[in-house]
């Protein structure tokens, strides 16, 4: 019979309190928690690092391709230098905080060394132009006193500003004393034969120039044994005293003219 019925009402009506279970019965147990897997702030945190750390790679694979197509172009310096800034900044977009804070220190750091280069080139440029002109006016200034000045005070300059340089001053303690001078190196024959290496000053070295004639006699305008004309005066002819106007140059001439311009007139 029930099986019949079953047959022919698969489906059929359950009125409220039927089926229900007896009083006092306990509740049915909670159905299981579908399976999954928990996550601990570690795990997180190892998730966010292995992100960072493939996004990284990827912008220094990336920066690397740039570089490589940046050695084929023909950039400045600067625009190199701007590229390779611009790519520093993508990868600070990845970076911990440790890592950008690195990164501004090495930024401030080369900043630092690119101006202090830039004042270190500008000191040494200034330093080199007053060391010139110094060396130059004082020479100008020693070949042309005295009562036999250099012919031409330029070629004076020429020969010895080589061997020329602006040093601290020492006094009779050999401490310096805060004054920074011109001093000529010279190699100058002794009593005894023998050559010394001296540090002189302009005048100095000009004087010593003098006293040998026999090697610079022709640079200088009077008391030398042999220059043009062997005479001692520029332009002198043999023992006559006589000028030879066509062995001296424009500024022998002058120079003789402003020492003497009745002789040149005769």
Do not use: C
């Not at 049915?28 to 997180?44: I, L, N, R, S, T």
């Not at 400045?76 to 905080?97: G, W």
């Not at 001093?183 to 009593?191: A, N």
């Amino acid at each position: 019979m029930n099986n019949l019925l079953l047959t022919l009402f698969p489906f059929f009506p359950v009125f409220e309190g039927e089926g229900d279970p007896p009083a006092g019965s306990p509740p049915p147990p909670a159905d299981p928690a579908p399976p999954g897997k928990a996550f601990d702030q570690a795990a997180v945190d190892k998730i966010v690092q292995d992100r960072v750390a493939k996004e990284r790679k990827r912008h220094d694979k990336e920066k690397q391709s740039l570089l490589s197509r940046m050695e084929t172009l023909n950039l400045s310096a600067q625009q190199k230098e701007e590229l390779e800034e611009q790519m520093d900044q993508l990868r600070l977009e990845t970076a911990t905080k440790e890592e950008q804070t690195s990164a501004s220190l090495k930024k401030q750091q080369k900043a630092w060394d690119k101006e202090k280069k830039t004042l270190s080139d500008d000191l040494a440029a200034l330093h080199s132009l007053y060391t010139g002109e110094k060396i130059s006016r004082e020479i100008l200034s020693a070949a042309g006193a005295g009562d036999n000045p250099a012919v031409n005070a330029q070629q004076i300059v020429d020969i010895l500003s080589p061997r020329t340089r602006v040093v601290k001053e020492l006094g009779d303690d050999q401490k310096p004393t805060g004054k920074m001078v011109t001093r000529v190196l010279m190699k100058v024959k002794k009593e005894d034969g023998t050559f010394a290496d001296l540090q002189l000053s302009p005048t100095e070295a000009i004087a010593k120039m003098k006293e040998q004639p026999e090697v610079h006699g022709n640079l200088f305008v009077s008391g030398a044994k042999s220059g043009l004309g062997g005479s001692g005066n520029p332009g002198g002819s043999g023992n006559s005293g006589e000028i030879d106007y066509k062995n001296i140059s424009a500024e022998q001439f002058m120079e003789l003219y402003k020492k003497n311009p009745d002789a040149l007139l005769k």
